[in-house]
C-alpha cells in the first residue's frame, strides 16, 4: 500500500505500479473520466513535460469555441492502406537504458497531458545522416506532391487547407536507408508504451516526409483523426537546424481540449513531438517563412482500424 500512484486522467483508482495499470485498462477505461484540466495543471503540464527535455511554450488566450477548418477528409482508406506496415518488434537485449528511460518519459507525459516533446531523440550522427537523405529526396524532380486536402464552401471555390510538399517512403528504403533510424527507434518508443492510452498498436503508417516550403505555407487547424479511423498517435521528427520561430515562424500550436491555452513546439533539429490523433489535440502549423522539414507517422489502433476497414469495404 505503499508509493501508490493513481490514475493521471481520473485520480479515483490507484495503483502500485505502471505494470498493474496497464493490465487493468480494458475494465478501468468503461469508468474512467478525464477532469478538465485548469490553468494552473496546465502550467504543470508544460514543466513536467520539459523536464527531462526541452522546453515548450505554453500560452493562455481567450476562451472560446473551439472552431476546426472544414477540411474535406479523405473517405477512401487507399492511402492509409496502401502506405501501412507492421511496426517493427524488438527483444529485451536490443532495448538499452536510455531506450527503457526515453520510453518510461513518454508513458509519463502521454498518459497525463496526451501529447510528449523529446529533443536530441538520436545521436547526432544520425540525425545529420537522416537530414541529408531528407533534403536530397526533396531536391529530386516530382519526389514530392502537393498536399490533398482542401477545404470545400468558399465563394471563390476550393481552398487549400495545408501548404505542404509530401512523399511517402517505402519500407525498403532505397537510397534513404538513414530515414529507417527514426522509425525503428519509433517503434521502440511505442513497443515500451505498449497499451497506451488503452490502444493495441501494431502497426504504423510508412514515414511521410514533408516540407513546408517557405513563402507563409502552413496547415491550418485540422484533427488528424476525426472520423476513428484507427489512427491513435501522430509521431512527429524534425529536421530543421538554427530554426529561429520569430523569424521563421512555422511552430506546431497545439489546442488541447477542454483548456484556454495552446502549446506551441518549435520544430528544431532531432526533436519529437508525440500526441494523441483524435480531438483531444486539434492542431495547426504556423505559416512557415524558411524551408521546414519533418517526418511524420501515424500509429494504428489495431480494434479501430479493423473496423474502419470493414466499414469502408461495405461503402
Not at 74 to 97: R, Y
Not at 139 to 149: P, Q
Request: charged content about 25%; proline content about 4%; overall charge positive.
Amino acid at each position: 500500500l505503499e508509493n501508490l500512484k493513481s490514475c493521471a486522467r481520473c485520480h479515483n483508482t490507484w495503483y502500485c505500479g505502471r505494470e498493474h495499470q496497464r493490465s487493468d485498462w480494458k475494465k478501468h477505461k468503461v469508468v474512467c473520466k478525464s477532469k478538465t484540466p485548469t490553468n494552473q495543471t496546465t502550467n504543470k503540464m508544460a514543466e513536467e513535460i520539459t523536464k527531462e527535455t526541452g522546453k515548450l511554450q505554453i500560452v493562455t488566450v481567450k476562451r472560446q469555441t473551439l472552431q476546426v477548418d472544414n477540411a474535406k477528409q479523405p473517405t477512401n482508406p487507399q492511402w492509409a492502406a496502401a502506405n501501412s506496415v507492421t511496426m517493427e518488434t524488438f527483444g529485451a537485449d536490443e532495448l538499452n537504458e536510455k531506450d527503457r528511460k526515453m520510453g518510461d518519459n513518454i508513458w509519463k507525459s502521454m498518459q497525463q497531458h496526451g501529447l510528449c516533446m523529446l529533443d536530441n531523440f538520436l545521436p547526432e550522427e544520425q540525425a545529420e545522416q537522416v537530414l541529408a537523405d531528407v533534403t536530397r529526396l526533396y531536391r529530386l524532380e516530382d519526389c514530392f506532391t502537393d498536399g490533398e486536402i482542401v477545404k470545400q464552401g468558399s465563394r471563390l471555390g476550393p481552398e487549400r487547407v495545408r501548404g505542404d510538399r509530401i512523399t511517402w517512403i517505402d519500407e525498403d528504403f532505397k537510397n534513404c536507408e538513414a530515414i529507417q533510424l527514426v522509425t525503428k527507434k519509433l517503434d521502440k518508443m511505442i513497443q515500451l508504451c505498449s497499451n497506451l492510452g488503452g490502444c493495441n498498436i501494431v502497426s504504423r503508417t510508412k514515414p511521410m516526409l514533408a516540407c513546408y516550403p517557405g513563402s507563409g505555407t502552413c496547415y491550418k487547424r485540422h484533427v488528424d483523426n476525426p472520423a476513428q479511423d484507427g489512427r491513435c498517435i501522430t509521431c512527429l521528427y524534425y529536421l530543421n537546424k538554427n530554426w529561429n520561430a520569430k523569424k521563421h515562424g512555422g511552430e506546431l500550436c497545439l489546442y488541447p481540449k477542454g483548456t484556454n491555452q495552446k502549446v506551441l513546439c518549435v520544430p528544431q533539429f532531432n526533436r519529437i513531438m508525440m500526441f494523441f490523433s483524435d480531438d483531444r489535440n486539434p492542431h495547426e502549423v504556423l505559416p512557415a517563412h524558411k524551408e521546414r522539414f519533418a517526418i511524420t507517422c501515424w500509429y494504428f489502433d489495431h480494434d479501430e482500424r479493423l473496423k474502419a476497414l470493414t466499414q469502408w469495404a461495405q461503402s
